[in-house]
């Protein structure tokens, strides 16, 4: 059974950082790839960043291009999106999500859904 929980979500004024932490279990395909996305409220849902578990390559949207950054610790089995430089269009819930196989992206559907966290980001 796939799971992912996100962890990491809270409040922080224009300017600061939060860590967010995707942790996978029970992933059993050999080839997938991990996408953070995030809905704001009236919003469709939009992809912000993701990476592939099987060569490493990384996309992020161009509103977060140089602010966040996405990574693995395979250890641990989670994937990190470190943002920095928030700003307020970046309040949204903030979801985790899995796509087996080797394409890597934010425009295509993926598989697996973790159940969301709250970032709030005041000026």
């Known amino acids: 059974e796939v799971q992912l929980v996100e962890s990491g979500g809270g409040s922080v004024q224009a300017g600061g950082s939060l860590r967010l932490s995707c942790a996978q279990s029970?992933?059993?395909?050999?080839?997938?790839?991990i996408g953070w996305f995030r809905q704001a409220p009236g919003k469709e849902r939009e992809g912000v960043s993701c990476i592939s578990l099987s060569d490493g390559s990384t996309y992020y949207a161009d509103s977060v291009k140089g602010r966040f950054t996405i990574s693995s610790d395979n250890a641990k089995n989670t994937v990190y999106l470190q943002m920095n430089s928030l700003k307020p269009e970046d309040t949204a819930v903030y979801y985790c999500a899995a796509l087996e196989g080797l394409v890597a992206g934010l425009d295509v559907p993926y598989d697996y859904w973790g159940q969301g966290t709250q970032i709030t980001v005041s000026s």
């Open positions: 029970g992933i059993t395909f050999a080839d997938y790839a």
